[in-house]
């Protein structure tokens, strides 16, 4: 079974990436579009996104490479591929970008190169262990197994509408944010920025517990669930206080690490406090994502999809911008509110005992 479903992954993986490579590049200027993006930066988005999408099939490899090594418990070599990962990206975006001066061609052919080389470095490794992993790289051996692709179906779709509606709100909200003008639209990528960082610990103890959970319910160690929730709370939520302190009191040395435009940063700190909610509601999801992805429960991440991707999100958002006139800071209130939503299905849940 093990063999069949890294097989049948890594398949879907392989034709997924070539339809969202193709998809993704002639997608580019009409997402430009409906987000309305200024028109003075549309030639450098355009060129950015094109490149990126056209390396995006490295990364959904790493990724799936990935997931089969934290299947088995292995968390620390997919972080070791990602740290190199990220300092060659770091490395090239100097080269390219700073001694090149290549802009924006030179920090997208950066990352997609830092990506194929993620990619690269996970693929050896599970030749190597292929014995491990029940990895057979005949080309027989890939092909789709029934059985395997109606799980895979059954538990990825569903966590891909939920994360496809989450970010497809983000993009409404961009959208609106970018009616305000350029400054407000560089203010709105530099709390994304921010978020993305939290987002990263976010979806770290996501794993892991994910991970916990569902080998827990395998073996019917029913008992190991609420401490796993427990840790992986207790351990976000210490780890977004610190970054809540840092942000709180060091904000503006924090916000120039991502940017130099003073008009930018004259009005950045009315993000602080979005910020800092979107801390702790990434904190509390963690908890939630990890016994409802744990379990395997899809009809969750449906809900979620729903009630905190379309519904709360744009809906508060909309509420306190437009209603209350608050404007941009009023999005990324209703950004950071809506965040606490699986808290609220992921409690009711647990309580439920369904998970069992």
């Given amino acids: 079974k093990v063999h069949d479903t890294v097989h049948t992954a ?170 305000y003008g350029v400054v407000f639209s560089a203010l709105s990528g530099l709390y994304n920025k921010i978020n993305m960082m939290v987002g990263i610990v976010s979806q770290s103890f996501t794993t892991a517990g994910s991970t916990m959970v569902g080998q827990s319910l395998g073996a019917k160690k029913y008992e190991r669930v609420p401490k796993i929730m427990k840790v992986v709370l207790y351990s976000s939520i210490i780890i977004s206080t610190l970054l809540a302190v840092a942000l709180f009191f060091f904000s503006e040395p924090i916000f120039r690490m991502f940017t130099g435009d003073e008009e930018v940063l004259a009005i950045a700190s009315i993000v602080v406090l979005p910020a800092i909610l979107n801390l702790y509601g990434s904190a509390t999801r963690s908890m939630s994502f990890s016994l409802m992805n744990g379990s395997g429960n899809a009809k969750l991440n449906f809900a979620v999809a729903i009630i905190d991707g379309m519904i709360s999100r744009v809906g508060i958002a909309a509420l306190l911008g437009f209603g209350f006139g608050m404007g941009c800071q009023g999005f990324w209130y209703g950004d950071a509110l809506a965040g606490f939503m699986p808290l609220v299905i992921g409690m009711c849940y647990y309580l439920s005992g369904k998970w069992r």
Avoid: C, H
């Avoid at 890594?10 to 409906?34: D, E, H, N, Q, R």
């Avoid at 997919?78 to 290549?102: I, K």
């Avoid at 190597?128 to 179906?153: M, Q, W, Y």
């Fill in 10 to 179: 890594m398949v879907m993986t392989l034709i997924f990436g070539v339809a969202f490579t193709i998809i993704g590049i002639l997608m580019v200027p009409t997402m430009l579009k409906l987000m309305k993006t200024p028109a003075d930066v549309m030639p450098e988005a355009t060129e950015y996104l094109t490149i990126y999408f056209s390396g995006i099939i490295g990364l959904m490899i790493y990724n799936i490479g990935a997931g089969i090594l934290r299947s088995v418990g292995d968390s620390r070599r997919p972080f070791y591929f990602l740290v190199v990962s990220a300092v060659t990206n770091t490395v090239l975006d100097l080269v390219f970008v700073a001694g090149l001066n290549m802009e924006v061609f030179g920090a997208a052919l950066a990352t997609v190169i830092s990506q194929g080389l993620s990619f690269i470095i996970a693929f050896i490794y599970l030749y190597i262990n292929r014995d491990s992993f029940e990895f057979d790289f005949r080309p027989s051996s890939f092909r789709i197994d029934r059985d395997a692709f109606k799980k895979l179906v059954a538990l990825g779709v569903p966590m891909a509408i939920q994360s496809a509606a989450i970010n497809l709100s983000k993009i409404v909200l961009t959208s609106w944010i970018n009616l």
